[in-house]
């Protein structure tokens, strides 16, 4: 039975909206140009260039709309509004990522003008998946206006981090904007906690998955895994000096991956009673090497460390998902539906640690203490700057977006998934 309160989205969600595409047409009106080719390079050259970075986005594209999208279809009662909801937020999340990188990162403003080009957009995309991996962390437990609002001040959040880290400690864009996993991991768990209801379960009731769900799951997991390196390598240049770098980031995401999938497999069926593997775990866990290399790829150039740093990451992702969750629940009264601080925060956290260690064992004691300091602080930035915005988000949705006469209603186990239902289908 749909809660009494979810047709006053009918006039809510419309009207959020049309305001914020009016805003963002306006906006695009005035600022954003097509970035046009320059006159005195080659064509052959462009479109060269051209058709690979187009088949990088379309990778990327699949991965935000058809990864992600089908991955959020694993619960029974909320398996079509969690992938109508994610085309919405991502939709939306994208057009407000090009302007505000363009409003705040200098390479994208000229004369007061944001040109938009297939970098720009690969850019944004990567920022709305940060706000897709936030998502995670309250799947099925807000309704579409607040994952909107949500998404938004994730997005803006995430920008501003990379404009600190680019301004202050000029970090180096490819290296910055692979840390969205954390950032959204850490804001997602954040405004769980402050959404936090009283008789959340361990085990709930609405928190089930049958084989139908579980098997566009599995459709949504492969398609991440498929398109990861070139998720990871999208931002890489492909201009001569930066080829080999390339092909190093591509070769070892997937043998990273690769490794992942074996260890998730293994250590799910080492933990179940039965001896049988939990494809939860596997959805989960597989994707947990693609996301540590993304974060270390720079400082990775064998073989053999992207397949260390593939197996020590599906290993913690794999135990952090069997037995960390239901822990948050009991220690901190945060639940984490998708279990994203295992998924993405940890390997990203881990992938931290393994760029640290490698780019110190290759370096000069002074240089080594320089950028061991560096890279705390780029850490510590995004991680605060993120707790800071997902706690401010959770309080502004706890205390403005629902009604005082709801709360009630909204904080009972009953209401544990308040709109499974919103996604019409026949």
């Not at 309160?5 to 809510?12: F, G, H, K, Q, T």
């Not at 850490?186 to 084989?211: A, C």
């Not at 939990?278 to 790829?297: C, P």
């Amino acid at each position: 039975m749909a809660p009494q309160y979810a047709p006053s989205l009918r006039s809510r969600l419309p009207l959020v909206a049309f305001l914020l595409e009016t805003i963002f047409l306006i906006l695009f009106v005035f600022f954003v140009k097509i970035e046009q080719q320059h006159e005195q390079s080659g064509r052959e050259s462009d479109s060269k260039l051209f058709i690979s970075s187009y088949a990088e986005f379309q990778d990327v594209h699949v991965m935000i709309f058809m990864g992600f999208g089908f991955l959020a279809t694993f619960l029974v009662r909320y398996g079509f509004s969690g992938s109508g909801f994610n085309v919405l937020l991502a939709a939306m999340a994208i057009q407000w990522a090009v302007l505000i990188n363009g409003f705040l990162l200098p390479q994208r403003h000229h004369r007061r003008e944001i040109h938009i080009s297939m970098k720009s957009v690969i850019e944004a995309e990567l920022c709305a998946a940060s706000a897709l991996v936030a998502m995670g962390a309250v799947h099925g437990k807000t309704n579409p206006v607040q994952l909107l609002l949500m998404a938004l001040v994730e997005v803006t959040g995430f920008v501003v981090t990379q404009w600190i880290l680019r301004t202050l400690l000029n970090a180096d864009p490819v290296y910055s904007i692979m840390l969205l996993h954390v950032f959204g991991a850490l804001f997602g768990v954040m405004v769980s906690w402050v959404l936090h209801r009283e008789g959340i379960k361990p085990e709930h009731e609405k928190e089930k998955t049958d084989r139908r769900t579980g098997l566009f799951a599995m459709f949504g997991t492969l398609f991440l895994w498929m398109f990861w390196p070139s998720f990871n390598s999208a931002l890489v240049g492909d201009y001569r000096r930066e080829r080999g770098l390339k092909l190093t980031v591509i070769y070892g995401t997937y043998l990273s991956l690769a490794v992942s999938v074996v260890m998730a497999m293994s250590v799910s069926m080492l933990t179940s009673s039965k001896g049988k593997m939990n494809m939860v775990h596997v959805q989960s866990s597989a994707l947990s090497g693609g996301v540590a290399i993304g974060v270390a790829m720079t400082a990775v150039h064998q073989p053999w460390i992207a397949m260390t740093i593939g197996f020590c990451a599906a290993l913690l992702s794999a135990l952090g998902y069997r037995y960390m969750k239901n822990h948050m629940l009991f220690a901190f009264e945060c639940h984490d539906t998708c279990g994203v601080l295992s998924v993405h925060a940890i390997p990203g956290i881990l992938g931290w640690f393994a760029h640290l260690f490698l780019r110190l064992a290759s370096s000069e004691s002074t240089i080594a203490v320089q950028f061991a300091v560096y890279h705390i602080c780029v850490l510590l930035i995004t991680a605060c700057m993120s707790l800071v915005m997902g706690t401010a988000t959770g309080l502004f949705l706890k205390w403005s977006i629902w009604r005082p006469q709801q709360d009630r209603k909204c904080f009972d186990d009953q209401a544990f998934w308040e709109f499974p239902n919103l996604v019409v289908h026949k």
